[in-house]
C-alpha cells in the first residue's frame, strides 16, 4: 500500500502497478536500483513480467524490495 499506486491490477504473475501522482520511469530506476527489473507501460504504469520458473522464495523477496522502494519514494516525495 503507498500514496502513489492507483490500482494493482494483472494475470497470474503479469502484474500491472498503476501509478498516480509519480513518473513511472523514477519509479523503474528505483526498482533497478533494488535489484528489481520491471518495465514502464504507457504512462503511468510498472509492468512486472517475472520468469515463469521463480520461486516463492525469490517473489518473497522481490516483494520485500517492493515494498522498500515504495516505502523510500514516500519519504522523497
Same mark, same amino acid.
Given at each position: 500500500?503507498?500514496?502513489? +499506486? %492507483?490500482?494493482?491490477?494483472?494475470?497470474?504473475?503479469? +502484474?500491472?502497478?498503476?501509478? %498516480?501522482? &509519480?513518473? #513511472?520511469?523514477?519509479?523503474?530506476?528505483?526498482? @533497478? %536500483?533494488?535489484?528489481? @527489473?520491471? @518495465?514502464?507501460?504507457?504512462?503511468?504504469?510498472?509492468?512486472?513480467?517475472?520468469?515463469? &520458473? &521463480?520461486?516463492?522464495?525469490? &517473489? #518473497?523477496?522481490?516483494?520485500?524490495?517492493?515494498? %522498500?522502494?515504495? #516505502?523510500?519514494?514516500?519519504?522523497? +516525495?
Amino acid at each position: 500500500k503507498s500514496k502513489h +499506486i %492507483k490500482e494493482v491490477r494483472g494475470r497470474g504473475l503479469c +502484474i500491472g502497478v498503476e501509478l %498516480k501522482d &509519480i513518473n #513511472n520511469h523514477e519509479v523503474c530506476e528505483e526498482f @533497478l %536500483k533494488a535489484g528489481v @527489473l520491471c @518495465l514502464t507501460a504507457r504512462d503511468n504504469v510498472v509492468r512486472f513480467t517475472p520468469p515463469l &520458473i &521463480i520461486n516463492q522464495e525469490e &517473489i #518473497n523477496g522481490a516483494m520485500e524490495r517492493v515494498e %522498500k522502494v515504495f #516505502n523510500d519514494l514516500e519519504g522523497k +516525495i
